[in-house]
């Protein structure tokens, strides 16, 4: 099967099992013959390692421009030393996390606004921007059952502040195209709910 070269996108909250679906999307392409790049936001990059360590292993507090800053340090340097060489040498990648996140965590969730948030990743980006984004949504009370018994900084936020950013995923996916699937179930349906959503940004049509 020729896979066309395509940039997807899984997005959600804590606890909302998209890394999960990253890497059974990841995995399901490879078993068809795609040329695979997974990679994830903070940290896909050698410096966005260290940078991530800034940002998600730091007892220091950091201001919501410079915690916005630095993701957008770090994804600029993901789009040029990652995600753009995959695309351009015709390989689908699959990333946990991008520009989406930016604008639910920091331009609702921290209160920099949207509006701000988006020129900031417009810039980061380039002219790199997800063929599709799916957002996998689960409730305050699932994704509390999920918790990690070893929260980073942004994990540690709060009750409230999650559930804002929760909130602001379903609001912008709305506004901006992002398909919405449950993510509490079982993770063979969301997969199978997954797979729907992103196959036909990456198959070849139908002759």
Known sequence: MNFRPAFIVLEGGEGSGKSTQVAR????????????????????????????????????????????LLLASDRAQHVEEVIAP?????????????????????GVARGLGVDIVEDV???????????????????????????????????????????????????LAARKGWTVIDGSGPVDVVFANVWAAVAPFVEPPSP
């Not at 995959?86 to 920091?106: F, H, I, M, W």
């Not at 980061?124 to 018994?149: K, M, T, Y």
């Open 25 to 68: 999307v990841a995995a399901q392409l490879r078993a068809l013959g795609a040329d695979v790049v997974e990679t994830f936001e903070p940290g896909g990059t050698a410096l966005g390692a260290r940078l991530r360590e800034l940002l998600l292993h730091n007892d220091d507090a950091v201001d919501p421009r410079a915690e916005l």
């Open 86 to 106: 995959a695309l351009e040498a015709g390989a689908v990648v699959v990333c946990d996390r991008y520009s989406p996140s930016t604008l639910a965590y920091q």
């Open 121 to 171: 990743c417009r810039f980061a980006e380039g002219d790199i921007e997800p063929d599709v984004v799916v957002v996998l949504d689960v409730s305050d009370e699932v994704a509390l059952e999920r918790a990690s018994a070893d929260p980073d900084r942004l994990e540690r936020a709060g009750a409230e502040f999650h559930a804002t950013v929760r909130q602001a995923y379903r609001d």
